[in-house]
């Protein structure tokens, strides 16, 4: 069965961290640039970071730029993404996804046949 599985999520508080894991099981993620989105509550889902194939290329929404890394270990078959500094606007559901990719640059939307995690939540406490 081919599927993407998230861990790491959970309850922090502001200015905490988390690191998100995305693991495939089925499939190898070395031919396939990777997204996490979120959905918070009442609000539409939103594209967090994404990294091409390669690792090569990363790219993130402006809401999180400089708090949130993405890295990939395709030896493990394994994305990451390392938040820092969290705030309350981002409690939501964390998803990843494969990604679409354009000239080895990752863009935050899903890709054509996309695979999808079930999700993970992530609260942060003001």
């Known amino acids: 069965q081919l599927q993407l599985v998230e861990s790491g999520g959970g309850l922090v508080q502001v200015g905490g961290s988390l690191r998100l894991s995305c693991a495939a099981s089925g499939f190898t993620l070395d031919y396939y640039a990777i997204a996490w989105f979120r959905q918070a509550p009442g609000k539409e889902r939103e594209g967090v970071s994404c990294i091409s194939s390669s690792g090569g290329n990363t790219n993130y929404a402006d809401s999180v730029k400089g708090r949130f890394t993405i890295s990939r270990d395709n030896a493990k078959n394994t994305v990451y993404l390392q938040m820092n500094s969290l705030k309350p606007e981002d409690t939501a559901v964390y998803y990843c996804?494969?990604?679409?990719?354009?000239?080895?640059?990752?863009?935050?939307?899903?890709?054509?046949?996309?695979?999808w995690g079930q999700g993970t939540q992530v609260t942060v406490s003001s």
């Open positions: 996804a494969t990604a679409s990719q354009v000239f080895r640059r990752c863009l935050l939307s899903p890709s054509r046949d996309v695979y």
